[in-house]
């Protein structure tokens, strides 16, 4: 597979950082842009592909967007896409208490890759789920809600990053990506 070079939209350091390192033994070079976009109302595939479609426009080439979201399962799968909403109104510290009056503290990290060619192209969507649970916060609380959300007891926030990246949801949309990638070439 011939080098294939992206510009992934994200003004975030960590989530940079992170899809760098999983990236790092693949045949895609990433270049990122802070494209300050508008995000729609939808679910997490319509916010996806219509921030692509954006991104696409706006720098004039080849796009990787990115969506996280934290589905709890006993609110049907909210916040989802607005999770940064109430973990900014609340904290990380306090995020847990969402769901102090539900027995089920089942989640679903999920990540949402888009990738468009250019404008005009139609963006394909990549998406991995990882099943957890919502906790107290554990770890490290400078990336999102990684100090809160366990995969077998451990938070993300726990895990060494290598660890994290192999099982991540991010990781698992990343090797839907790359598979792709491999068989456009």
């Known amino acids: 597979m011939a080098p294939k070079e992206l510009n992934f939209i994200t003004g975030n350091k960590n989530k940079l950082a992170e899809v760098q390192a999983i990236l790092s033994e693949t045949p895609v070079q990433l270049q990122s842009q802070n494209v300050d976009l ?23 080439g080849p796009v990787l967007v990115e969506d996280t979201c934290l589905c709890f399962d006993a609110f049907s799968e909210l916040p989802g896409p607005y999770v940064k909403w109430f973990l900014k109104a609340l904290g990380v510290e306090q995020f847990h208490k969402l769901l102090e009056g539900f027995e089920n503290k089942s989640a679903q990290a999920v990540c949402t890759f888009a990738y468009c060619e250019s404008p005009g192209h139609e963006p394909i969507v990549f998406q991995g789920r990882t099943p957890g649970k919502i906790v107290a916060a ?44 491999k068989q456009e070439v």
């Open 38 to 60: 508008v995000e729609i109302q939808g679910t997490i595939e319509e916010i996806s592909t219509d921030k692509c479609r954006r991104a696409a426009e706006a720098v004039k």
């Open 138 to 181: 554990r770890g490290p609380t400078d990336f999102g809600w990684d100090a809160c959300f366990e995969y077998e007891g451990q938070t993300y926030a726990e895990m060494p990053k290598a660890e994290k990246n192999k099982i991540s949801h991010r990781g698992r949309a990343l090797a839907k990506l790359v598979e792709w990638l």
